[in-house]
């Protein structure tokens, strides 16, 4: 997780690594801190709580006498090991070397044993590296190598950039399974290197970027009038490589503070671009590919495992391909059968989450055709891709995923949709009818103000939130709960509403409130019954339905009605495909950020969460 960035450069490089943090704040923001080498030596600041605290903290203790610094490290954390504290924040150092790290060190008990006399500052993993390089360069070795040599210590992930005071004009990284470019500055910065774990951070300042691979090392070094970078590999023999230009398309992420509306506005608009590219046969290829195949399978984590979940109910129903959507943390380590014609499909917005990362990489050592549906192009899964299902959402700034997930959702439509032309499918025109509808279903949803004020006010007065779905609606229901988790951190839960009474109806009672996605189809009877048994046990309920399912509620219920124990949100009517967009917008999204607000949180940035999961 953690979001690392450094800079090194002939200009003032303050304001640049605080604003290159901040860009990275998505990936772990519970402390944060920078180190810079510079005339004056090794300074280092680090503060619990967001990048402004650290501005604050930098600016007094520093009196700006390191406007000269001319190499900066800085870290985002997101706390694994050690509580949140300023001792456990990033950069780790013993006053001579100094380092932030993405990843964890796992045998970092046996590298604390290697010094039984040190005091150790920290309760990190990452701090148990410090020592090795120190020592060996107190042996004369060469900054480089000594962290060459003291990495052959070291089990586990990392993306590391390392600094030292005895080599005041050098930056080394250093990757191993977590993601690190290096990119070389444009314009002002044109002499000056950057080096992140994720590109876009550096988008402002550089022209072209070069990423590392596992096992690589690269040091910058700060010369008078330029800086020069080299790349090396494990065993420290120099590497060619190739610089790649640097094109990102940015999202003025630096400023605003509500990212989520602003990206749960956006998914009219970016589902009917999806729908245009389906229209330029983006997606005619797949039909054909799919149609053959004897299997297919999601597999992702959070929010995109449920999405996955949806394409699962929507390609066995209506393609009779047996589909399966699966979690990634639980795919790899059970040692999955994966028959040969099969496709799996890995989802992750991110394209850096570890675990889908790992499944992706058990799937393909296994031979079986595999296909990656991401939104960040140049993440490390779109990279290992075979094949490529790209999002196309623009960068998702808040941390919880909402056009994602729509994007997911319309990405996986569009294979239906071209699986069903290859098959002659009769259901196919009425599916893609109902399909062109989402964008307009949507922005109906969107602009129903005051009925989802009404639904969040019942929502935020709840012990605990159980969200019922049958159908296509269950996953929705445990998206719903997801979101409604991160976002207030309300206890809730999603279930399958036929699954209620074998158990979960025995938390019932006045303080808990159902959300019941109703949509009026075949499964609506059912799920008023089903109502109806929360109801008898004094469960509070807020129906999600549209006219002809408000029209039945109002007959059957009309007592509780009146009594305010049931309420109703209307949504629009729904086909087969867009019932997952509309109930997926209206009851996960909307419901969950409204219930947010209400309740004082920042939505962009829950608290414990980060943007890319990039632990097991
Ligand atoms: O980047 P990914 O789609 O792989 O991320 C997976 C989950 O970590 C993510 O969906 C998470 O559950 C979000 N916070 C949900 O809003």
Redesign the pocket.
Known sequence: MCGIFGVVSDLPLVDVLLKGLKRLEYRGYDSAGVALEGAHGLFLERTVGRIESLRSALEEASRGIFQDASIGIAHSRWATHGAVTEANAHPQSDGETALVHNGIFENHTELRAFFPQKKWESETDTETLIPFISEKIRQRRAFLTAVRESLDMVRGGYALLIINKNFPQQLIVAKNGNPVTVGRGKGAFSKSFFVSSDCAAMAPWIGEKADLEDGELCLIQKGPTESKCSFFDSRGVPLAKDWEPFVFADNDCDETDDFALKEIHEQPGLIKERIAAFDQGAFANWGARLAAKDALNFV???????AGLVGAYWFEKWARLSTHAEI?SEFRYRCPVLPPKSLYVF???????L??LKALEYATKHAVETAVM???LHSTMAKKAKDLLPLHAGPEMS????K??TAQLAVTACLLLETLAVQGSAHRSALEADFRNVPALLRTVLSNGDAMNAAAEVLATASAVIFLGRGLCYPIALEGA??LK?TSYLFAEGYPTGEMKHGPIALMDASVVSVVLAPFDDLFEKTLSNTQEIMARGGRVLFLTDTQGQEKIQKQLCEAMAAGTVKIFLVPPTGELSKAFVYGVAAAQIVSYKTAKLKGRNVDR?RN?A???TVE
Do not use: H, R, W
């Open positions: 992702g984590c959070g929010t995109s495992f449920y990634a989802l992750s917005q991110s394209g850096e989450t675990d889908t991401t939104n960040v941390v919880i995923s909402t994602a997930f997801l979101k991160e829950p969460l943007k890319a999961v």
